[in-house]
Each structure stands twice: as C-alpha cells, then as structure tokens.
C-alpha cells in the first residue's frame, strides 16, 4: 500500500467521531417499536424484534461501533394474514365505506393525513438521516417532496374529476365515465427513498379507495413509525394496515391467497416476478413495479465535456449511486477518454464526504451491511479482466464508507458491464462507433434511462430515434432522474411495469368504469333525481374546486 493511500485510509478513520461529539440538534434517542397498526388499532407487539443499527458508526473504547437507534417488530404469517383480513373486509368487495366514498371525502381523509404527517417531520427526516446514511439536506428534501407531491396528487385528480363530472352521448347512449378502485394493494418500497418512493405509490393507491398492506422497506422501517397514529387518525379502519416479518416468512402466503389485486413493489424483478408467481389468479392481479436499471452515460466525441463530467457525476454519485435512476455506466468515445478521465476523478476528488449532518456533504456511509463486500469483488473482477481504478483513492473503505471509484476500461467480460451495482462505482466503457452502444442498450435486460452527451444537431437527432425504442426516457446533455413529477415515470424490458407520475399514478391504481343509458324520457328523468338528490357518489355532476 503506498504512503498516499494509507494517510487517506488514516483520514477516514477520523470520519466517524465519538457519541458525544454529535451535534446536539442531530442527536437522537432510542425508538424501540412496540406496535402497528392494523384494522384500525395500534395493536402492541409482545414478540420478536429486530434490532435497527445506523450505518453512521460511532468511536468507543472498544473501536469504530454501528449505533443501535432503535427496534421494531418481526411479524408473522399469523399477522399478516390478520392484517390482510383487515384490508379486505374494509374493502368488502368494492361496498366498504372508502371504496365507495365520494372522490372530495376521500381528498379530505388525505388531507388531514397530510397535515398530521408535516406535524411529524422533524423526527421523520431525523430518522432517515439515521436509518439510511442520507444527508441530512436530502432528507429534508426527501420529506419536503413527499408533501409536495401529495398535494399535486390531490390537485391532479381533483382535475380528473372535474373532467369526469360530465355525461359523454354518443349513438343515443349517455354514459358517465370515472375511475374507481382494484381492490387489495399490497405496497412495498425501497430503502433508497423509504418516504418519497413508498409514498408514490401508496398514496395515489390510497386515495383512489383501495385499501392497503402496507409492508416498510428492509432499511428505512422505522421511519414509518411516527406517520402511524397518523394514519389511524385519518382514515376508516382496515383501509391503511402496516405489516412487518421478513418478506420470505409473510408475503407468500399474502400472494397465495389471491386476496391482493393490486402489487406495487420497488425493487427487484426477481423478487417481482417470484411474487406474481405465487398468485393462484394471475389475470386478476395488477401489477405497478419499479425495478432495476443500469442507466448509461453516452459521451460522443462531440460532447461538451464539462458539462457531461457534471452532469454525470450527479447522476452517478448523488445518495452514493444508490438511486434506481442513478447512470451506472459510463460510454465515452475513445478520442475524448482520457479528457473525460482526467477530469471526472478530479470532480470525484473535490466532492465532500463525511457524516450526513454536515453542510455541504456529498458522500456518505452506506446502509447495506455487505454491500463494500460487493463492491471490493466488482473492483477485484474488473481487475482480473483488465481495468483499473483510475482516480486517486478509489475504492478504499471504513468501516460503512466507501469511497467512489472510477473504474476503466471496462469491458463485457466484468460485472460491473452487466450487473447494475447501486453503489459508487463507474464503470466507464470506451467506444469508437457508437453502434457499439446502441447495440449494448438492446441486448441490456433494463431500459429505463439513457443520457446522450453530444452538441451536434444530427448525431443526437440520429440517437433519439433507436435509443427511444430501447428506453423510457432520453435525458439530452443531463443526468438521468425521476422528475419532474409530472412527467411519467416507468421502464422498458425488467425495468418497470405500469407507469407512475403524478397523473399516471392514480390511473395506475384504478380501472376506468361508466354508468350507461338510453336517452329515453323515462331514463332522464330517473337519472335526473339520482344525480339532483345526491342518491350515488360515483354518478354525480358535482365539481370539485
């Protein structure tokens, strides 16, 4: 080991500090979880728990320690099943009081939500920075969107029924055409945005009248905690129930009894699909899944070359890479290579790590206990196959950091071509024809993103064409991303199913339904009085402001 890459080593070292040595206003207690709630009760919990430690370590007597923040329950298949029972029966068959409520008392009952959920925002965006290693700037952001987009999700389908308050006539056939509810959604999001992703798509699916189980990411549990009086509070009981086990132990059995409609996960597709596996009517289950991705940087020779290393640092390294939209390769043209190297890892080296609270934070502790192991065996592959680590410093760990490296040249014989690592390396590929690239994207098992780098007019013109086919999305001279939340989020291949963005979201999670008649005098004048005298919540000429 040189002298360089030991003083780093040595530096890192002094990265994780003593307990006492916490801000005060960053500190946090012990949240020991001893309940859930499920049909409408915060039920207490007597048994198993699982012990919740941060990836931010603390130094002790006894060397660098992860910090026990806190516990909470590990449920059963008993449990669940209660509390999947509890869901169905707050369903009941499409006649439950939230499936059949009107589309402004249901924004109401989200509304509430919302502002009991703000009342708790101190503690949830503490709770993130500790469960997760986010900065604590973006878990405040994490939190701030959520709200954001909640509020844009009533707007949008404020305006969905504005536009659904009419009758539409056609061949001497009135009809009233509205969206109404699947049934059974069980939830589940990921550790990487344990509020934000979660909660795009449970709350379009909540606010649309199903009802939900409701499962908290692996990393990310406790979190969700503080939102559950919340919940209760807000809205019938049986429609929100929180279910907690290992997902081995509890979801087959919930899948099994073909009692789920609806499966929204973010996460893997091969967790996904041996989920739809295990439902016994695979016709009657829908499915809205946010999956994989290996997102590609295209950086032609044409490219304007800082703005691609910044926009590609983003994209590659923001929450450490550990972003589902995150760009997990980089293809640059061999003329520019070594331009592009060259400054990149200086961008790399000028990016601030250090523990979430501090200002200005870029690079922080990783959550997943074995994920450094990963990632050492991708460098170690990449090695054997001939690449290198090609910016100072690269890949050199402590205890839960792990900082970025750039890995060239990388080629099909190493993982980090083919397996998406969600985590801070780069992967960096020279090309020379950039049909090399195309036909990288086509043979890829993912398509969810791509980001061309080029300032010529007919070289990108000639990319967007085949690369739109291969992709949901084509970022032009910017990082791959999520939003806005407006415009639709999804994937081609095992990227995705079903699509979600604000308006797409409450589509997602609902099925077009229509109440016809003949325009008969006799049939105006009964549909006359339903609607005159408030007798149907769906068929309804009410405007909602």
Known sequence: MDNNKRSFEESLESLFIEESAIPEQFRIEEIHQKEYLSNGEMKKWAGEVH??????????????????????????EKEAQASLEAAVEAYNDGRGEWPTM???????????????????????????????????ADSVKEFDRTVEYIYATIDSLKNLDRDSSRFEIAEGIAAQIRRSPLGVVLCMGPFNYP??????????????????????????????YPLQEAFQESFPKGVINVIYGRGSDIIPGLMHSGKINVLTLIGSSKVANELKKQHPKVNRLRAVLGLDAKNASIITSKADIGLAVKE???????????????????????????????????????????????????????PEPYKIDYLNDC???????GAKVVNENGGVSKASFFYPAVVYPVNEKMKLYHEEQFGPIIPVVPFDDVEEVIQYLIDAQYGQQVSIFSMD?????????????????????????????????TGRKDSAEGTLSIPDAIRSFSIRSLVAFKMNDANKEL???????????????KFIF
């Open 51 to 76: 012990e919740v430690y941060s990836p931010i370590y603390t130094k002790t007597a006894n060397g660098l320690q992860p910090k026990l923040i806190g516990s909470y329950p590990v449920g059963t």
């Open 102 to 136: 009107s589309v402004s008392e249901r924004i109401h009952h989200v509304e509430l939500f919302t502002g009991k959920m703000i009342a708790k925002k101190e503690m949830v965006v503490r709770l993130i920075m500790w469960e997760i290693g986010k900065s604590y």
């Open 195 to 224: 509020l934000n992703e979660t909660f795009t798509t449970l709350i379009p699916a909540l606010i649309m009248g199903n009802t939900i189980l409701f499962k908290p990411p692996k990393f990310g549990t406790l979190l969700h």
């Open 312 to 366: 590609t640092i983003t994209g590659s390294l923001s929450f450490n890479g550990q972003r589902c939209t995150a760009l997990k390769i980089v293809w640059v043209h061999r003329s520019v290579a070594d331009q592009f190297l060259s400054e990149f890892s200086k961008a790399v080296s000028n990016l601030k790590f250090g523990l979430p609270w501090e200002d200005g934070v870029s690079l922080t502790p990783l």
């Open 379 to 385: 460098i170690k592959d990449a090695e054997e196959h």
């Open 457 to 489: 007019a007919s070289e990108v013109g000639s990319l967007i064409d085949p690369l739109v086919n291969q992709v949901s999305r084509v970022n032009i001279n910017s990082q791959s991303q999520r939003g806005p939340d407006i415009f639709p989020f």
């Open 527 to 541: 549909i006359n009085e339903i609607v005159n005298s408030d007798k149907s919540n769906f068929l309804s000429t």
